[in-house]
């Protein structure tokens, strides 16, 4: 059964970053993989989450199976930090999910069994494993226009026109809600609004992916887009991600939550959602969904996690603005300050796939073919050598 398979095709990030870890180059730079590294190009664990894990060591007294649904405390905390007052509690299905990826197939897997037939729209372009995971649940997936014709902005009446004339009442429309992955191009206040009434007008079911609150302009700024849904939109799907708010990469922590019209109907979807769950992974992990508790129930721990949350969005916005400055004093043939716009730890540079290709096997610098970086891959350390790279491929 196994003799005719050939080799699959490497993830496209995942895979560049084994080809990263194998080069020798001592002086290599991986700007694909999105995780946060601090100004010495490592992912830390933060203090918080330290000083979390060292309560739980001395308290925890079992190690015994979560339900379906996950832990409540975490849930609750997750819920209101996601939602805040926009929405009744008693609206709200919510479950723990291994991460973001979890929570997004999680609602895949809901809306395969009771709506095969819906088409998911994705902005094109978006994070590389979206389509996949759709795809792998059975569901069918087209893409809405997202960036203009430089690859830096945003073609907003493109992506309107699409929604407006291609989809049909019943679709799923994936939106990102902060910190748009890969290219850093967020909507305003104003066009969250307008892609509302468009949703109603032609009865659209927004599936919101906020892997990234926090990272943009702030918790509460972050969450504007979605909050602004939920003031027109009776139904929402929401998956959301602690993976890069708390640095909690590895331990897979995250939400899949369904706002419905009503509590009778919230609490028959909930149902629904953990028969997803039960068929998919049984029940989630404990300890990253107990780290987020305890932070999140301490006013000490959780001053100190928003102190740290703080650090690294100002890292990421203060690299930003370095590497655009250091481009340009560079003379490189191109203005980069159109990153400037972008939020958030990634942002489509411009630069082509040769371009891409030619960085990485001339000078060991990693960066996904369209042109997508990890900003937060950018350290006082490497600036230099990466802008006169760049200059160099221009």
């Given at each position: 059964?196994?003799?005719t ?8 990030i ?130 809405y ?38 290219t850093?191009v ?32 702030g ?23 602690f ?56 006013s ?35 203005d ?6 972008q ?11 040769m ?40």
């Amino acid at each position: 059964m196994f003799e005719t398979l050939k080799p699959a095709p490497p993830d496209a990030i995942l895979g560049l970053s084994e080809v990263f870890t194998a080069d020798p180059n001592p002086a290599k730079i991986n700007l694909a993989v999105g995780v946060f590294k601090d100004a010495d190009g490592q992912t830390p664990v933060l203090a918080c989450v330290k000083a979390a894990e060292r309560r739980l060591v001395e308290t925890e007294s079992t190690k015994t199976y979560l339900g379906i649904d996950g832990l409540p405390a975490y849930r609750e905390h997750a819920r209101q930090l996601v939602f805040g007052d926009a929405v009744d509690p008693q609206r709200v299905a919510m479950v723990q999910t291994p991460g973001g990826t979890g929570g997004v197939r999680v609602g895949a897997d809901f809306l395969a069994s009771h709506h095969p037939s819906t088409t998911v729209w994705v902005s094109n372009p978006t994070w590389e494993n979206h389509i996949n995971v759709f795809n792998a649940a059975g569901l069918a997936t087209q893409t809405y226009r997202y960036l203009d014709a430089s690859k830096t902005g945003l073609d907003f009446e493109a992506m309107m026109d699409d929604l407006k004339s291609k989809t049909r009442p019943g679709d799923v429309v994936l939106l990102h809600a902060c910190c748009h992955n890969p290219t850093g191009v967020d909507l305003t206040t104003a066009q969250w609004s307008d892609v509302a009434n468009l949703l109603v007008e032609r009865q659209l079911l927004p599936l919101v992916d906020f892997a990234y609150q926090g990272f943009g302009v702030g918790l509460e700024e972050d969450a504007i887009g979605l909050r602004t849904l939920l003031e027109r939109c009776t139904e929402v799907l929401v998956a959301t991600s602690f993976s890069k708010n708390f640095g909690l990469y590895s331990e897979r922590v995250g939400t899949a939550a369904l706002v419905a019209t009503d509590a009778g109907s919230a609490k028959a979807a909930l149902s629904h959602l953990k028969r997803a769950v039960r068929s998919n992974y049984s029940n989630p992990p404990r300890h990253g969904a107990s780290v987020v508790a305890t932070v999140l129930g301490d006013s000490e721990l959780r001053q100190l996690w928003l102190s740290e949350l703080a650090e690294m969005r100002t890292r990421i916005a203060d690299m930003r603005k370095a590497l655009v400055q250091s481009l340009s004093a560079a003379s490189a043939k191109r203005d980069f300050s159109f990153l400037l716009n972008q939020s958030g730890m990634f942002s489509y540079t411009g630069l082509t796939p040769m371009q891409c290709d030619e960085l990485r096997t001339k000078q060991s610098i990693y960066i996904v073919g369209s042109g997508r970086i990890n900003v937060a891959g950018v350290t006082p350390g490497n600036l230099q050598r990466l802008t006169a790279a760049i200059t160099g491929v221009l």
